[in-house]
């Protein structure tokens, strides 16, 4: 039972990590602040930005993560001198794409709803992550499962939001690149190989920033949009994995494609 121990954080670190970053997104909440806008206007060209104390908190949340995040990690025996850039990815991800919907609920019951959801999420992401350092502890096929569940679950709950917000093409496809990338990225790593598999991470990537764009002046719902890029996303994935593995193209691309094919159709029925 002591040996057990080892492959959980320390609950004192990981109360006081997710204790900081539920009040940090409940101060966002509490202060209010002049909004204004940055613009830039050249000729045949206009750029406007705008920004709030919502959106500088989202970042410092992020960071305060990552920061967390470390100095969690670095308290696991197995670790040693490894890098645990690995193991902070994700739960900064997770912090910086749950800071978006909250800005975005309602004052009331359905913020503490959105509060309650994301500070479960947060202490999902952390012991998962923790427990994922060493790859012999009894609960790390739980553990990546989880993250790998979370990490559509944050890129759904992304879409969706940018969606919802109104987010110009500028702002969207970025953002849908670069969490498509990074998400895609962590999930290839779980492998058991020990591999960053950055061409495909950056070919996943690329492809859902670019049906993000094709798709951003269609007239989607919100949960529509999200799920129409989500697919995409977990199809390549797993198409990445089925390759690895050595399995003929023909038949790793089925699943994939089933998967596209369920989330479009999906997408239809949901509004």
Known sequence: MQANRSYLPSADRVGVLIASVLLAFALTRLIQSPHFTLTISLPGFYFAFPVTIGSAMSILTAALSATGMSWLTRGHPALGQKPNIEHIMLPTLTTFVLGAPLNL???????????????????????????????????????????????????????????????????????????????????????????????WAIGIGIVCAQVGAGLHYWPLTPIQFGLALTGPLYALTLLSNSIAEEIPLRRAALGPAMIVGIAWVSAIFFR
């Not at 999902?124 to 553990?143: K, M, N, Q």
């Not at 499962?145 to 559509?152: F, K, N, R, W």
């Not at 917000?165 to 190989?193: E, K, N, Q, Y």
């Open 105 to 199: 609920l309602p004052n009331g019951l359905t913020w503490w709803a959105g509060f309650s959801f994301a500070a479960i999420l947060l202490i999902i992401v952390f012991l998962a992550e923790y427990i994922t350092i060493d790859p012999s502890a009894p609960s790390y096929g739980f553990a990546r499962a989880g993250l790998t569940a979370l990490g559509y679950a944050l890129f759904l709950i992304l879409a969706t939001s940018l969606r919802f917000s109104g987010a110009r093409m500028f702002l969207l496809v970025p953002a849908v690149f670069i969490a498509a990338a990074l998400i895609s990225l962590r999930i290839l790593h779980l492998d058991g190989t020990d591999r960053w598999d950055f061409p």
